[in-house]
């Protein structure tokens, strides 16, 4: 009996890990989307053969935005599917983000210089 008891708790821990997990996914994801807001007044702001440049930029952050969103709102309805296994295939969309956000961050800092 005390094994049963044992393993439903660390059943109970995986799933309080994944919901954690989740969690902090969601929080970076709000902090990104601050993020790419504050880019999109910088679009605004820009002159227009920056601007061009920049939407693009930003095109490409949406899509790993909401593809990221997308897979963690699989992960959620998905039982299934591990943390570990999730945290991977986000880690590599949030480097993707990031390497975007740096690109069109780094057009906008151009932009300052001239």
Known sequence: MA???SSHTAEDTGTTDGH?????????LDQWRE???QLKVQVDLATLDI????T???EVMENVYLAIRSRLS???NDTGKTVTTLRQSV?????DLRRAYDSAEAVVKRSHQE
Do not use: F, H, P, V
Request: net charge negative; glycine share 0%.
């Open 74 to 76: 699989d992960a959620r």
């Open 35 to 37: 993020r790419i807001d």
């Open 51 to 54: 601007r061009e440049d920049l």
């Open 91 to 95: 880690d590599q969309l949030m480097a």
């Open 56 to 58: 693009k930029r930003l």
């Open 20 to 28: 954690d997990a989740a969690e902090k996914l969601d929080r970076t």
């Open 3 to 5: 094994t049963n008891a």
